[in-house]
């Protein structure tokens, strides 16, 4: 890898790791646009790293808060903070199975340029619909177990490349009447073990098939991924409380189309 792809798809990991526009899709496009050769699954690793790093810097005081509560609700002391660390403990679990049963399959056949434009389409008009329609009313401390479960599946189509693993959990979230702040905030937590599992699953498939991998490529790439998702969460979160998620909306409707457009031009 270059040093200019190393930069470019750190950044992109980092910053749409946590938008609701789909990371899959922003790091094949660069690969089948410019014909990039594969990143390996040691960069991968890397840039998992830096993500994970930066939301859990992020959400520290909430990370503290729930582990603590787990803690003394395994001794008998229940608490607001001992069921969010459950809820998302379970709804971890559907993406998790997803991911042991269905990650091959999904590979072999649905990670192509024409899944990735119509699921942009498809999830971005549904993300809409859900911003436009829900009442959003409720925070995440009211979460309950049969919702949060719910939210977990919507994580588990989210294995189909350019559906946004963010994007779809704030839908499901939103129509489920949590307001804007409370779908980004369960997911951004959400996100939390199953970056560690997935970065886990690639890490054991590096240990049983090792590669040669550039240490400068590796550090730079977990220390943009960094900066750029905890800037990224951070402005987030702000924006989603002024406009919604019509910003997002857009973007990825011209992504899809772009993309289409791009698509049909080769192919013809």
Do not use: N
């Not at 859990?56 to 803690?71: E, K």
């Not at 979230?173 to 959400?190: C, I, N, P, Q, T």
């Not at 090792?210 to 979160?237: K, N, Q, T, V, W």
């Amino acid at each position: 890898m270059s040093t200019l792809e190393v930069i470019i798809l750190a950044i992109l990991q980092g910053v749409t790791e946590f938008l609701p526009i789909s990371s899959s899709a922003h790091l094949i496009l660069p690969s089948a646009i410019f014909g990039w050769q594969d990143q390996g699954i040691a960069f991968d690793v890397a840039v998992h790293v830096g993500t994970l790093l930066a939301v859990m810097l992020f959400f520290r005081q909430d990370i503290g808060r729930l582990t603590v509560g787990w803690v003394q609700s395994l001794g008998g002391q229940h608490s607001t903070d001992s069921k969010l660390a459950w809820w998302i403990i379970l709804a971890t679990i559907p993406a998790a199975l997803a991911g042991l049963l269905a990650a091959d399959y999904i590979e072999t056949y649905l990670r192509s340029p024409w899944v990735l434009a119509i699921t942009t389409i498809v999830f971005g008009l549904v993300l809409w619909w859900a911003d436009a329609t829900a009442k959003q009313q409720q925070s995440m401390e009211q979460l309950s177990w049969q919702q949060a479960l719910f939210i977990g599946v919507a994580q588990a189509i989210s294995l189909i490349p350019g559906t946004s693993r963010s994007g779809i959990t704030m839908t499901a979230a939103m129509l489920l009447g949590l307001d804007k702040v409370s779908a980004a905030r369960f997911s951004f937590l959400l996100s939390i073990p199953i970056i560690v599992l997935s970065g886990g699953y690639q890490a054991s498939k590096l240990l049983s098939e090792p590669e040669r991998f550039d240490l400068h490529a590796i550090f730079l790439g977990m220390g943009l991924a960094f900066i750029s998702a905890l800037i990224c969460i951070h402005f987030f979160l702000k924006i989603i409380s002024r406009m919604g998620m019509l910003p997002f909306v857009i973007y990825r409707l011209l992504l899809g189309v772009g993309l289409l457009i791009f698509l049909g031009w080769f192919a013809g």
